[in-house]
Every structure is written in structure tokens, then in C-alpha cells.
């Protein structure tokens, strides 16, 4: 019967422990985004991710110098918070539209939301529309 | 109508549930006609998912928008075929074929393996059958896809982007995947039950195990297909949740795959084996309830539906079921031998599992970490794609090299000068191709330049192989047919290094431009010259169809048309991307048009080097899984006379 040895476990361990706090370095330390809702903002700035609801009128152009404007609100508006977005950048994809749900990520300064990215979620497979009547 | 669908599935539940009950007591008391009583049952509960679905799929055909799923999901203007594709557009649908396919491979399986494995098929039942109920139950009293209503005139429609002949495939081929580990799941569950952990289990799952993993693998690069060409932002995966909840199984049956192969030959890795076919059906069942109960933040805008925290209490009790039977079995899982070397064949797939493994923990991880900054800080945090990037470069690259090494290095042990003496020839062609391309300004990526080389590495070994097994036995055919698993293995090898390049050229060497232009003007990009000539607009009974014109001339000469489809049932708007492809470099030309109503047009155009061997990968992993799969009289036969000592103790 082969014996086992501790020792490679406590090496294989070790590696594991190693690799897993090099992991949640790699993730707090460079890569993750706080990610908000409007009403969840507060004294927040800098570089945010805010998951919400367009609201209109949208305004303006991602191409122009003074960017494609409109506000975001809390999913579902559970609470009545708006957010205003400059939006400059590619253009937002081609579901964008008020009443939609998007994550908008940016600088968050004065109040304001200075934009460079949304995603627009599907309309998914798994909500269901109501029928037309 | 919907009450025989209805009355179906609770047939279908009483029958997994008798499956799981009886079969569980026949296994444990060695009742032999009980347990093949229960193994029937299993059998008839596809029979029963069966009825529920033609039931479903006819009224999908009808537009009987009496039942509210075909009012919500279909629409009187949808084509017949996807309408029935329907079936797998909705939650409550999508769960019904997860229950088809799970009690017909199981039925199979259990059908297959019924004399020669019956003393481990005896415990197989209860577990599948514990799992069909699960299903059976969410779908009889949670999430009902028979629910009547008042008929309305029209039905809401099948979302415009999931009307793509690559949605209608997409869907099934990863339920195909996710359902398929079920099997190996099972049967690894049961050689545990039973207490008969020899390599039994495994060699009977073995096909089904390379299906699941087929069908994940392939139904992943349809998905890619389809959002490349039909959500048009340039790219095929976002390391989005949903997309990770598919490649998370995926990585994980890689894993088992490769270390059965050590099991099978040496007696090693059991508990690792049994670990690796654990994780990948947690995670197959994880990735479900990622997709249905928004706890993390996804482009899948899936709804808070009342079946998250079912899928969530599976996951938990089937983990800790997993977890319990294979601690209390730790005794039977000693291994037969034990590694002799770190420069062996044993140890390259040792540094493979670890590598994919930690590959596989690094995506959970990501995909988790929002949930677990807010417990812990109350802050929800996600992570980006630099995370996923420089996990994807730091396992998968050192991965590439090894996928060259594994095959031509000795079991046992090896010495260093051994290694290098049988790796001269590939190491010479990688070094040779590394070199060319320098020269030819592919040093700008130093991680394209890495996969490029080693992907050199590991077709010049795949090569060196063949021409070796050759020269041997006198021609390829009979080669290939001597070893199908082995020169199987190579081909998909060869599909996981054009995927490699696929990946490395289009995002490490692509390159985009974005430029506004008016009717007449002319802009220039990477060798090609694109002209603007205008915008039309045509009214279809679907859509109004707006596309903006160009010629283009340069590295290609033609039109290309780029625009939107405005659709009327459901009303939604779908970019619409020109993809020119050059068949011979493997690029693509791709421009994304914004119209504005002043006349202007703002073109993104890319291009993207080598993109199309992605696809081609896809292929040539799905012919090369074939080879693998592929029934061979030899190997039966060596597997009864290996199965029979088995037998004759049973």
C-alpha cells in the first residue's frame, strides 16, 4: 500500500492559500468597480457602475463634445432618484431606450454621471412579456 | 390539452420519485426485481416528459395562445420552426427540455449498462432519480409551462434577436451539455453507494461524459457565432455570468476527461476523479440558477423568478451530498500507485488539472465576487474583463504547452535530456515560427506572440506523433482506427489550437476605427477604402429594415450594407453588421453603422485577424470528439474481459 506523505498536502495547500489571496489581490486591487444603484450613489465618486432604468428624454449625441444625455433611476423605481448621465463614447447598443434596463459605467462627479459604457440587457428568454390583449 | 401536459408531468414526478424511493431501498436491501422495477420506472418518466412536451410543441405549432407560455413567447407571424424553438425561449419550456433530456439520457444510460453494470446501476437510478425529481417538481408546482388563460388575439412574439438559426441551436446544444453530466454524476454516485470505486464507473461514461462535454464545448462556440454576428458590438464573449456559467462545467469536465486517463491506467487521482465529476455538475446546475434568479448583475437580463432559491437549495444538498458520500468513502479511494516523478505523463496531466481547475475557480470567483462583497462590505463589486484577461493568458497559455508536452512525454519518469531529445523537432518549429513572426511585426503582442509560438509547438508535436504512429502501422486510417480515443484526443487538440490563434489574432492584433461620414465621402483603414453612398429604408411585414450603403475597394472590392431592423412584433430595435470575410487570411471586415436622421452615419469598422478559425475550431472539435466517441469492437471486448473479475465479486 503506498504511503502517503503531509508534506506534499501541506505544499498542495499551501499553493491553494497562495493562489487564492493572489486572487482576491488581483480582484480588490485592480479590477473591480463598485457597483450601484441610483439611489444607492450617495457621497460616492469616481469610477462607478450604476445598474438602472433610462428614463427620457435622451438628448444629444455619444459622438458630440457634449456627449448623448439622460437619467437613470433605481430598477423598478423603488426609490425616486435620478441620476444624470453624460454619456460619451461607442454608441449605446441598439435596444437602448427609456424604460430599459442598463448599467452604465463611468466617473461619478458633482452630481453628475460622466458615462463611457452601457450595457443594455436582452430582453430575456426568461421574462415574460405581457400578450397583446 | 394542457391537462394531459399537466398530467404528464405529474406522472412523470410520481415516477422519479418511485425511481429514487424504491430504487434507494432495492439498492440498499439487494432487492433485485425492485431495483428493476425502479430502473423501469426511470425508463417510463422519459415516456411521460415526453407527452409533456409534444403537448407543449403542438401548441407552439397551433399558436394556441390559450396556454400562456405560446402567448408569451410566440406570435401569429413567427415561423413554424421558431415556434417550436420556442420550447427553450422561456423558463418554464427551457426547464421542460432539461427534464426531457435528463430522463432520456438516463433511461439510456441505465438501459445501455443494465447487465453489465447492474450491481452499480442498482444505485445509479436513485440518484437520477432524485435529480428528475427536483426538476419535476419545480416544473408541476413552481414554474408550469400548461397554464391556461383566455386566448388573446396575438401572442407577444419571440424576442428579434433570438430569432437567429444559431439561437434555435445554441439553447439545446448547452442543455445537451449541462444535462449530459448528470450522467457521469450519477454513475460516479453510485460506484460510491455501492462501494465498488474500480475504474467501472468511469469507463462506462466515458462517451456519455465526451458527449456532454461535446455538445457544452460546441453550443459555447454557437453562442460566441451568434452574438458576433447578431448583437454587433464586434466581439463573442463578454465574460459575462451567463456565458462563465457555461464555460465553468465546461473547464471542469476538461479537467476530469484528461485525469480518468490516469485512473484508468495508473489506479491514481480516484478522489480528485470523483471531486472533478462532482464540480462539474454542481456547476451545470449552478449555471441554471445563475440564469434564473438574478443574483448577479448580467447583459441576461433574466427575471427574479420564484425558482432561484429551489435551484439554490439543490445546489446546496446535492454538494453536501456529493461532499458526504465521497469523505465517507475516502477509504475505497486510496490510489493503486502513486506519482514516481515530476517529469512524467502522470504529472503534465496533474499540472493540466490544476491549471484548468484553477482556471475554473478563477471564473467562479469573478462571478461570485459581487455577491460576496456584499455580504461581507455591503458594497456590490464586479469585476471587469482585465480580471478574466489576465487569468485567461496566466492558466491558458502555460496550458497550451502543456497540451504539446502530455502526449510525447514517457510515463513513469523521464529525464530532462530524454524530453528535449523527443520534443527536438516541435521545440525547432515553434522556435523557427516564433522568429518568422517577429519579423513579421507580431512581436506588438507579447501574449499573441506566446500563443502563436506555442500553438506552433503543439501542432508541430501533434504532427511529429502522427507521422511516427504512421510510419508504424503503414497508414493514417489504421492508425486512427487502432487508437480512436488517443488520435481523437489529438484532433481536438488541433481545435484548441486554432481556437487559440482564433482568439489571440482577433483581440491581440485586431484593430478598429470609428468615423463620421456623409453620402459621397470616403474613408480609409488597414488597406481598405469604404465609399458611403446612402441610406435605405424598406417596410417589411417584419421590420423596417434601415441600412446604410458602402463600397469598398482596397484589400476587397464589393458593397456591403449595415444598419437596423426596427421590428414590429416584438417592438425592438436590432443592429444589423456587415461581415465581409477573407477566406484566405481568415479575416474579417466588420462595420457597425449608427444613422442619424441628418444624413450622417458614424461607422465603427474592424477588422478582425483570424477570427474565423474560432469557428473553424468548433468544428474540427466536434469531428474530433466523433473520432474519440466512435464504438470500437476492440475496446468493448477489452472491456469485458476487464469488467469481468468485477462482475464475478459483484
Redesign the interface.
Known amino acids: ?2 504511503t502517503r506523505s503531509p508534506a506534499r498536502l501541506v505544499v498542495a495547500l499551501a499553493v491553494a492559500a497562495v ?1 487564492a489571496v493572489f ?1 482576491i489581490y ?3 486591487a ?7 444603484t441610483p439611489s444607492q450613489i450617495g457621497h460616492q465618486s469616481g469610477k462607478l ?1 450604476v ?1 438602472g432604468t433610462v428614463v427620457g428624454p435622451v438628448t444629444g ?1 455619444a ?1 458630440s463634445a457634449a456627449g448623448m444625455r439622460f437619467a437613470l433611476a433605481d430598477p423598478n423605481d423603488a426609490k425616486p432618484v435620478r441620476v444624470l448621465v453624460d454619456y460619451h463614447g ?2 449605446p ?3 437602448f ?1 427609456p424604460g430599459r ?1 442598463v ?1 452604465v459605467t463611468g466617473t461619478f462627479a458633482r452630481g453628475r454621471l460622466s458615462g463611457t459604457g452601457i ?15 | 390539452m394542457a391537462d394531459l401536459g399537466r398530467a404528464a408531468l405529474v406522472v412523470t414526478l410520481g415516477l422519479a420519485l418511485y425511481a429514487l424511493v424504491a430504487g434507494g431501498y432495492a439498492a440498499h436491501t439487494n432487492r433485485r426485481r425492485l431495483a428493476d422495477s425502479a430502473r423501469n420506472a426511470l425508463v417510463c418518466a422519459f415516456g411521460s416528459t415526453l407527452v409533456a412536451a409534444l403537448v407543449l410543441l403542438a401548441a407552439l405549432a397551433r399558436h394556441d ?1 390559450s396556454f ?1 407560455y405560446v ?3 410566440t406570435n401569429r407571424t413567427l415561423s413554424t420552426g421558431y415556434a417550436l424553438s420556442a420550447l ?4 418554464e419550456g ?1 426547464l421542460l427540455l432539461w427534464l426531457l433530456i435528463l430522463t432520456g439520457y438516463g433511461a439510456l444510460a441505465v438501459f445501455v449498462n443494465r447487465t453489465l453494470l447492474r450491481d452499480l446501476v442498482a444505485w445509479v437510478v436513485p440518484v437520477l432519480g432524485g435529480v428528475a425529481s427536483f426538476f419535476a417538481f419545480v416544473l408541476v408546482a413552481v414554474a408550469s409551462p400548461f397554464k391556461t388563460q383566455v386566448p ?5 412574439g419571440l ?1 428579434a ?2 430569432q437567429n438559426p444559431y439561437m434555435v441551436a445554441h ?1 439545446p446544444m448547452l442543455y445537451l451539455g449541462y444535462v449530459g453530466l448528470a450522467v457521469p454524476f450519477a454513475f460516479a454516485a453510485g460506484a460510491l453507494l455501492s462501494g465498488r470505486t474500480d475504474e467501472r464507473w468511469i469507463v462506462a461514461t466515458r462517451r456519455w461524459t465526451l458527449a456532454a462535454w461535446t455538445f457544452l464545448g460546441f453550443g459555447q462556440i454557437l453562442g460566441a457565432h451568434w452574438a458576433y454576428v447578431e ?3 464586434g466581439g463573442y464573449y463578454a465574460w459575462d455570468p451567463v456565458e462563465n456559467a457555461a464555460l465553468m462545467p465546461w473547464l471542469a469536465a476538461t479537467a476530469f476527461l484528461h485525469s480518468v486517463m490516469i485512473q484508468e491506467r495508473k489506479g491514481m487521482l480516484k478522489v480528485w476523479n470523483v471531486v472533478l465529476v462532482a464540480l462539474a455538475f454542481e456547476l451545470s446546475v449552478f449555471g441554471t440558477f445563475l ?2 434568479s438574478d443574483v448577479v ?7 427574479k ?1 420564484p425558482i432561484g432559491g429551489w435551484f439554490l437549495a439543490f445546489v446546496v444538498i446535492s454538494s453536501l451530498f456529493s461532499l458526504a458520500l465521497i469523505l465517507l468513502r475516502l477509504p475505497l479511494l ?5 506519482l514516481e516523478s515530476a517529469l512524467s505523463r502522470e504529472a503534465t496531466f496533474l499540472y493540466n488539472n490544476l491549471l484548468l481547475v ?1 482556471l475554473c475557480l ?1 471564473v467562479l ?2 462571478v461570485l ?2 455577491v460576496l ?1 456584499q455580504l461581507v462590505k455591503g ?6 474583463r ?2 478574466y484577461d ?2 485567461l493568458r496566466a492558466f491558458g497559455l502555460p496550458l497550451l504547452l502543456l497540451m504539446g508536452i502530455g502526449p510525447l512525454i514517457a510515463w513513469r519518469r523521464t529525464s530532462v535530456r530524454a524530453l528535449l531529445r523527443t520534443l527536438a523537432w516541435p521545440i525547432g518549429v515553434s522556435v523557427v515560427c516564433g522568429a518568422a513572426l517577429v519579423l513579421a511585426g507580431a512581436g506588438s503582442s507579447r501574449p499573441g506572440l506566446i500563443a502563436y509560438t506555442f500553438s506552433a509547438f503543439v501542432l508541430a508535436t501533434i504532427v511529429v506523433e502522427v507521422v511516427r504512429g504512421t510510419r508504424a502501422v503503414g497508414s493514417v486510417f489504421t492508425l486512427v482506427a487502432r487508437n480512436r480515443r488517443r488520435y481523437g484526443g489529438y484532433v481536438v487538440h488541433a481545435a484548441v489550437v486554432l481556437l487559440a490563434i482564433g482568439i489571440a489574432g482577433s483581440s491581440a492584433y485586431g484593430r478598429s476605427t ?1 468615423q ?1 461620414l456623409l453620402p459621397g465621402q470616403t474613408m480609409r483603414f488597414d488597406g481598405y477604402r469604404l465609399t458611403y453612398r446612402g441610406v435605405t429604408r424598406v417596410n417589411t411585414p417584419q421590420a423596417l429594415e434601415t441600412r446604410a450603403h458602402l463600397d469598398v475597394s482596397g484589400r476587397w472590392n464589393g458593397s456591403i450594407a449595415t444598419g ?1 431592423n426596427d421590428y414590429k412584433f ?1 417592438p ?4 444589423k453588421v456587415a461581415i465581409e470575410t477573407d477566406w484566405l487570411r481568415g479575416e474579417d471586415l466588420y462595420v ?1 453603422a ?1 444613422i ?1 436622421n441628418s444624413g450622417a452615419v ?1 461607422f ?1 469598422v474592424l477588422v478582425k485577424p483570424l477570427v474565423n478559425l474560432i469557428w473553424l475550431a468548433g468544428i474540427v472539435f466536434v469531428l474530433g470528439s466523433l473520432v474519440a466517441m466512435w464504438p470500437d469492437a476492440r475496446e468493448q471486448r477489452r472491456l469485458v474481459t476487464r469488467l469481468a473479475p468485477a462482475r464475478a465479486s459483484a
Not at chain 1, 485592480?30 to 450601484?36: A, G, I, R
Open positions: 500500500m503506498p493562489l486572487l488581483q480582484a480588490v485592480n479590477s473591480s468597480t463598485p457597483t450601484v457602475a445598474v449625441d459622438h461607442d454608441d447598443p441598439p435596444l431606450q434596463s448599467v450595457i443594455t440587457k436582452c430582453p430575456s428568454k426568461y421574462t415574460t412579456s405581457a400578450p397583446k390583449a | 395562445f400562456q402567448a408569451a413567447h427553450w425561449a422561456g423558463q427551457s388573446p388575439v396575438d401572442g407577444a424576442t434577436s433570438l439553447p448583437v454587433g458590438w440564469t434564473r448583475n448580467s447583459i441576461h437580463s433574466f427575471a423568478s486510496k490510489a493503486r500507485t502513486k484553477a478563477t470567483w469573478g465576487f459581487p462583497t458594497e456590490t463589486r464586479t469585476i471587469g482585465p480580471y489576465f487569468f470609428e463620421r437596423t416584438p425592438e430595435p436590432n443592429k457597425i449608427d442619424r458614424y465603427t
